[in-house]
């Protein structure tokens, strides 16, 4: 399925794999041509092909294993982004039965950016907030490639705050390039709901797990990520500013070549934000990403989710949003001075 | 504001250089007449003809704000590391090393106890003079000790906003502050206090997106630029000019985002008699 759109860090991939197509193809005709020639012998044609295939595949695998253990910033931000990862409502096909897709923030509208409601994930009842970005143009537009309105933000705690009332956990699946900037949004208060969700969240009495499962922009990230456990998957990217913004304000222009530069700088991979104590795990993927195998990406994120949730059933309210302030109240690096006029006085020398 | 650290300059407050130039006289931005420093003074950097606010610096708001000689600085020892080792066209250290000569402080922000008009509180400034008021971990460090600090002393809470938002340089870890600094506030509310959020030109990024937006009651400097995404960003996505007055404080009032439009010289008062209401 990744043929459809090649990143260009996948070319010799894409050779191999037209390889591979080619291989599959001749090996059909083979086995017809042997089969209609001699029905029930093995043909030598049919075993070269074979063979020949069963080299290029696993050419294919190592080439893959190689690529995808060396990934750079950029490229991750770019796998992230690819066409075919999978989405909140790809997941929620694949791991959540029964999902009662609840709308609308009772204000103003219902932004299809967020997506809320009830589902259960394996064993675990709880209420599903996502991004969605989009697959078909139409939908892409209707979701503004994932950057939601402040609707959305206020949809997103209004169920969350039903969530609460009843006891259900909340799973949250970050998946946005940023809050959307426009004219409607600002007028909406895009700030404020961001601001609002975070402050509310971290006191909902309820658990709170958040992954970023794709792009995770920024404010408009985090108005959905405040949470007991926080985790991304593999190659996803979160951080202040997407790298593109970056490059154009501190690298003055925004090219291949800054791009790459700010999102090395900004340490936006999942390995770096748990250095960083910004997440406490990353969720593997399957070989070559989630966009490949999204069964096996959404066995892992399912997986993940159960287990953290049962932990966290287990924890008194109390302790949990005790635990949940300290968890982000401890972020930040910071000196400090007993008495700054050492500094202030090199400073007024200097 | 030589150093262009976060949001650039022309995207906060396009086609319009508010920095107060030396000499006697300047040039009033607002309605272009000559003004004479020492009246601009006396009328709390305000310009007489026309009212048109210019910034001003973290110590002196709160120089302005306090009763005099009543504003106790606190926290002052914190100071910014390069957790990120950040180098861009130059490196992260070597700017707040610039920034920290250019300004003789640590970091953006002043924070403190003081009292207004007779009113104790705690309060803080952000200072758009260092790296743009952005927010990287000592700004939201210290505010989130001035929230706690309030929470524990049951005082009111002042925060005067100016921000080109989050701090870059630190990532990650800047965006962090925003849920730090949200999650105080609501300890903060949980325990009754008053949170009154001063808005100042500019105040955007992701110190509107926390605390900012976050005020029991929030007040606006007149015609100061407050948003989440800066002008130019919108511009570029929305493809079309911005309306007359977007996201200016009246704006805003319209809109239904802040309590009051208060004039500076009128900001004690407004912020004493908020506290006669509503504080404890
Ligand atoms: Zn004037």
């Known amino acids: 399925m990744s043929r459809f759109y090649q990143l260009d860090f996948e070319k010799p991939l894409t050779e191999l794999e037209q390889m591979i197509d080619a291989a599959e193809i001749r090996l059909k005709e083979e086995m017809a041509a042997a089969a209609s020639a001699a029905p029930g012998s093995i043909s030598p044609a049919v075993m070269t092909i074979q063979a020949e295939l069963d080299d290029l595949r696993r050419r294919h695998t190592e080439s893959l294993a190689e690529l995808y253990t060396q990934l750079g910033p950029w490229e991750t931000v770019r796998v992230a982004r690819h066409p075919n990862r999978p989405q909140t409502r790809e997941y929620l096909n694949l791991i959540c039965r029964d999902f009662a897709e609840l709308h609308g923030d009772r204000r103003y509208g219902d932004d299809p950016a967020i997506v809320t409601g009830f589902g259960r994930i394996g064993p675990v009842k709880c209420l599903i907030v996502g991004h969605q970005k989009g697959k078909e143009t139409q939908e892409k537009i209707a979701c503004h490639f994932g950057c939601a309105h402040p609707e959305g933000y206020r949809k997103a705690l209004a169920k969350m705050k039903l969530a609460e009332k009843f006891g259900v956990p909340v799973v949250t699946l970050v998946d946005t390039p940023g809050a959307y900037p426009g004219l409607g949004a600002e007028q909406r208060g895009q700030a404020e709901a961001i601001a609002v969700n975070m402050l509310e969240m971290s006191r909902l009495r309820t658990p709170i797990v958040s992954i970023v499962i794709g792009e995770g922009g920024s404010g408009g990230a985090l108005g959905i990520a405040v949470a007991d456990r926080v985790a991304m998957l593999q190659h996803a990217w979160y951080s202040v500013i997407s790298p593109e913004g970056c490059a154009a304000i501190l690298w003055k222009e925004a090219n291949e070549q800054t791009n790459a530069a700010a999102a090395r700088a900004l340490k936006l991979t999942a390995r770096d934000n748990l250095e960083l104590g910004i997440i406490d795990e990353v969720i593997p993927e399957p070989l070559g990403a989630a966009h490949r195998d999204p069964r096996a990406a959404a066995d892992h994120l399912q997986r993940w989710i159960v287990a953290r949730l049962q932990d966290l059933k287990t924890i008194p309210l109390d302790r949990l949003l005790d635990a949940r302030y300290e968890r982000f109240r401890r972020m930040g690096s910071y000196a400090e001075q007993a008495s700054p006029d050492g500094l202030a006085q090199t400073i007024a020398g200097g | ?280």
């Open chain 2, 1 to 280: 504001m030589a150093q262009v650290t976060t949001r650039t300059w022309s995207e906060v407050r396009p086609a319009r250089k508010a920095a107060i130039p030396e000499g006697l006289w300047l040039r009033c931005p607002g309605c272009s007449r000559m003004v004479y420093r020492r009246h601009l003074e006396a009328n709390l950097q305000v310009c007489p003809e026309c009212e048109f606010h210019f910034r001003i610096s973290a110590m002196e708001r709160a120089k302005q704000l306090a009763d005099p000689d009543s504003f106790q600085p606190m926290f002052i020892g914190l100071t910014p590391t390069d957790p990120l080792q950040f180098k861009d066209l130059k490196s992260y250290k070597d700017r707040l090393v610039a920034e920290q000569i250019k300004t003789g402080q640590l970091d953006a922000i002043k924070a403190g106890k003081m009292f207004i008009k007779g009113r104790e509180a705690m309060v803080c400034c952000l200072d758009l003079t260092f790296m743009m008021g952005s927010m990287g971990s000592v700004v939201g460090e210290t505010i989130t000790r001035t929230i706690e600090e309030a929470t524990r002393t049951g005082l009111p809470l002042v925060i005067v906003s100016c921000s080109g938002g989050a701090r870059m340089q630190e990532s990650g870890l800047s965006l962090m502050q925003m849920a730090k600094t949200s999650a105080a506030l609501a300890r903060y509310d949980d325990a009754g206090g008053l949170f009154i959020s001063v808005l100042t030109d500019p105040t955007t990024g992701g110190v509107t997106a926390s605390f900012a937006m976050l005020g029991d009651v929030i007040l606006a400097e007149p015609n100061a630029l407050i948003g989440f995404a800066g002008p130019r960003v919108i511009q570029q996505t929305i493809r079309q000019e911005l309306p007359e007055g977007f996201q200016r404080s009246e704006f805003l009032l319209k809109s239904g985002l802040v309590d009051r439009v208060v004039a500076r010289p009128q900001l004690r008062s407004e912020l004493a008699r908020l506290i006669d209401y509503a504080g404890k």
